[in-house]
């Protein structure tokens, strides 16, 4: 995608991957991508912004050439060591051996243990500044957003904020960068709420003290490292990440995620059941066979829910093992103040709830109800789901 300039001298250099199955080698990417966006400022001194994944190089260097030579970079400004956002680092600085990498402290140390690069270094810290002959970059120390290096980089004279991982999701760019020429920025707000709880959710509290931080700030722009730049909306991502943080201080939105595992079907006769008695009470209830979904794609679910309803087979004694994963998953992401209910089939001995409940207790799930089922989908087992199911979505309004 060829560069775009995003304010007078300002340009957008990132690049498109569609390739990458799983971001982080964990969270599947393949239908919808992501971008890595890297940025050129061009006054007196140049300044490249964050830069990309090692990959593309060719793409990459060429889109930059077309708006700098290599060699007049002057300054590169890593906000955030993540190889996502470094990984051609040492290439550009072959080709441009007189530039000066621009980060904190931490960051540093990180680029010498991920490249051996300790040179042309200059260290800044909250608020520092640098000019670049008519504009001055500001920095502000964002730690844990990701890692503890973090440091969002903000262009008074336009107000913009290059957040790095902040306000970012996935999603490759699809013909334009910006929110307001998007058609569908649906997919991109329901892909940044996957990237949040997938990546930054663990820190929401760092996110949030980031957000604090930068209430007074004249953002006019938000320009993250992943995904659309926010030109016409900026507090649009900044009030959906506000909101996203404080989920688990809050019951969560007055709806149900259903993750199940069935090994002969009976289980998931017992799912059908109890998800019709909870729509029966008007509830949406989104339903997942944790066997054959990823984590990555029922963890905002869970993060908003109130409702948790489990279905799960006793195995070996334990939880049937990709509900137990997802469910260990949400607990070290930390969602927490769920409501619960579990159901389920064993054959000779039950267990899951018993292992079901060890895992939640940290996070303060309430288990407020269970339905352990000897045997098969028979009748009036059916019966028993379905009612369980429409108890289960009454409780969940009464406490609304
Ligand atoms: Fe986009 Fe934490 O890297």
Not at 42 to 66: N, P, R, S, V, Y
Not at 324 to 340: D, P, Y
Request: hydrophobic share 40%; aromatic share 12%.
């Amino acid at each position: 995608m060829p560069a775009v300039e995003i304010k007078p001298d300002m340009y957008w250099v990132g690049v498109n991957d569609r390739t990458t199955d799983l971001f982080e080698g964990l969270w599947p990417i393949s239908r919808e991508g992501v971008s890595y966006n890297s940025f050129v400022i061009k006054d007196e001194k140049t300044a490249i912004i964050d830069l990309a994944k090692a990959m593309k190089t060719d793409d990459f260097f060429g889109q930059i050439a077309d708006i700098t030579s290599l060699r007049d970079i002057d300054y590169c400004v890593i906000n955030h060591v993540e190889p996502d956002h470094t990984g051609v680092l040492r290439i550009l600085k072959e080709m441009a051996p007189d530039m000066t990498i621009v980060c904190t402290e931490k960051a540093a140390g990180l680029l010498e243990a991920y490249y051996g690069v300790h040179d042309h270094m200059q260290i800044v810290g909250d608020g520092d500044t640098l000019s670049l002959g008519t504009r001055t970059l500001q920095f502000f120390s964002t730690p844990f957003v990701h890692w503890p290096e973090t440091m969002m980089t903000f262009e008074p004279s336009e107000g913009v904020l290059f957040s790095c991982d902040g306000f970012g999701g996935y999603g490759a760019l699809q013909g334009t960068i910006f929110d307001d020429e998007c058609q569908d920025q649906d997919f991109y707000e329901r892909e940044s709420l996957r990237y949040f709880v997938n990546i930054v959710a663990k820190f929401r509290v760092s996110v949030r003290k980031a957000i604090q931080k930068l209430a007074d700030v004249d953002v006019r722009m938000i320009a993250p490292s992943h995904g659309l730049i926010w030109r016409s909306r900026p507090e649009r991502i900044i009030e959906l990440y506000q909101k996203w943080c404080d989920y688990p201080d809050t019951p969560g939105d007055l709806a149900v995620t259903l993750i199940y595992g069935s090994m002969y079907g009976n289980t998931e006769s017992f799912m059908n059941a109890a998800a019709q008695g909870i729509a029966a009470e008007g509830l949406d209830v989104e339903i997942f066979d944790a066997a054959r979904t990823h984590s990555s794609y029922m963890l905002p679910y869970l993060w908003t829910r109130r409702g948790v309803v489990v279905g799960a087979p006793t195995y070996e004694g334990a939880l049937f093992p990709p509900v137990w994963e997802v469910i260990r998953e949400a607990r070290i992401k930390g969602v927490k103040n769920r409501q619960l209910a579990m159901f389920g089939s064993y054959g000779w001995t039950g267990g899951a709830l018993r292992d079901l409940v060890k895992i939640v207790e940290p996070v303060k799930w309430n288990l407020v109800d269970s339905l352990e089922i000897k045997g098969g989908a028979l009748p009036a087992s059916i019966a028993q789901a379905a009612a369980f199911g429409r108890k289960f979505a009454q409780t969940l309004k009464q406490d609304a």
